[in-house]
């Protein structure tokens, strides 16, 4: 079955503990990205990357990392987690223009 | 920059009947992708319908159908034989494929949280 898989699904950390939601498609799609869910702001990108080792900023990238290594994982890393990054975090895989969400990871940032 | 506007933060509909769901967006591209996303309280983003801009055909899957209008840059979701799996936030989206690298950067409306009674 084609699908886009994220872990984990629901996170309670605590400000400055480093973190991974990890990201994996098994659909062989070059393209990928984070997005973050808030109340009222709709979905905003975090990061995309379009191929392996090609990674860039979206709109809101402040305070995250992200790595592609392999064409089937984009992990998104928090060094240092702030209560502002309290969201819902989809990631996505692209094919001819249509993306392809995760289940979504809600986390939240004591 | 796109913009993706949704005039109407709620609505609701009885089950059976016929619902719109309004979008308007802001480009100068004329090349463009369009979607409508429903997002369920599972929070499962799911696509439900996309729409090229070079078509002139509206997109059509099923119950759900959209009226595609290009030089009004409106975009409006009509949900035919409303059913109470229907229930969900609803997220209009614009995607310009032929920007570099943002290519794949979805520009997502705020949403419209449609409830559909029995």
């Excluded at chain 1, 950390?13 to 990205?33: A, D, I, P, R």
């Amino acid at each position: 079955e084609a699908q886009v898989t994220q872990n984990p699904r629901y996170l309670i950390t605590v400000t400055g503990k480093k973190l991974t939601v990890t990201c994996s498609q098994n659909m062989n799609h070059e393209y990928m990205s984070w997005y973050r869910q808030d109340p009222g702001l709709g979905l905003r990108q975090i990061y995309y990357s379009m191929n392996v080792e090609v990674t860039d900023k979206g709109d809101v990238p402040e305070g995250y990392k992200v790595s592609r290594k392999e064409k089937r994982n984009f992990p998104l890393i928090l060094e240092s987690p702030s209560p502002n990054q309290t969201s819902l975090y989809f990631c996505a895989s692209t094919h001819y223009g249509t993306q392809y969400f995760g289940p979504g990871t809600r986390l939240t940032v004591l | 920059a796109q913009t993706v506007t949704q005039s109407q933060p709620e609505m609701s509909v009885q089950e059976a009947e016929t619902v719109t769901l309004s979008c308007t967006y802001d480009t100068s591209e004329s090349n463009y992708y369009l979607f409508w996303y429903k997002q369920p309280p599972s929070r499962q983003m799911i696509l439900v319908i996309r729409q090229e801009a070079y078509k002139q055909q509206n997109a059509t899957e099923n119950r759900f159908s959209v009226n595609f209008q290009k030089a009004a840059k409106s975009f409006s979701l009509k949900i035919s034989d409303s059913q109470l799996g229907d229930t969900a936030m609803y997220f209009c989206a614009f995607m310009n494929p032929n920007y570099g690298g943002s290519q794949g950067n979805l520009i997502f409306g705020k949403g419209t949280k449609l409830s559909v009674k029995p």
